[in-house]
Nanobody, 120 residues
Framework: EVQLVESGGGLVQPGGSLRLSCLAR????????VSWVRHPPGKGLEWVAA????????RYAGDVLGRFTMSRDNAKNAVYLQMNNLKPQDTAVYSC?????????????WGQGTQVTVSS
């Protein structure tokens, strides 16, 4: 069974930092495309960042570029999202997603999410 478990969310003041973690069980994150997405209150799902397996590059949404950094630790089978200079509009439930290509088709796995609240 594949499980993605996020952690690291919380309440932070504007300008502060948080580091989110996503640990995987039953799936090797090092050989799949992995993304962070967020769901702000009252809005739709937003893509935040991704590490592509091939090529091994990291991509970011425009409004987080320069503030957020996504990384991967293959030894721990985890991905991280370092978030700096947080803004109130970054408030959302953050989830990690892994995309797996099976012979029967593509399947996306999601974690349960972790709440990030940016407020003074």
């Amino acid at each position: 069974e594949v499980q993605l478990v996020e952690s690291g969310g919380g309440l932070v003041q504007p300008g502060g930092s948080l580091r989110l973690s996503c640990l995987a069980r039953g799936l090797s994150l090092s050989t799949h495309d992995v993304s962070w997405v967020r769901h702000p209150p009252g809005k739709g799902l937003e893509w935040v960042a991704a590490i592509d397996y091939v090529p091994n590059i990291t991509r970011y949404a425009g409004d987080v570029l320069g503030r957020f950094t996504m990384s991967r630790d293959n030894a721990k089978n985890a991905v991280y999202l370092q978030m700096n200079n947080l803004k109130p509009q970054d408030t959302a439930v953050y989830s990690c997603n892994a995309e797996v290509n099976y012979t029967s088709g593509i399947k996306n796995y999601w974690g349960q999410g972790t709440q990030v609240t940016v407020s003074s």
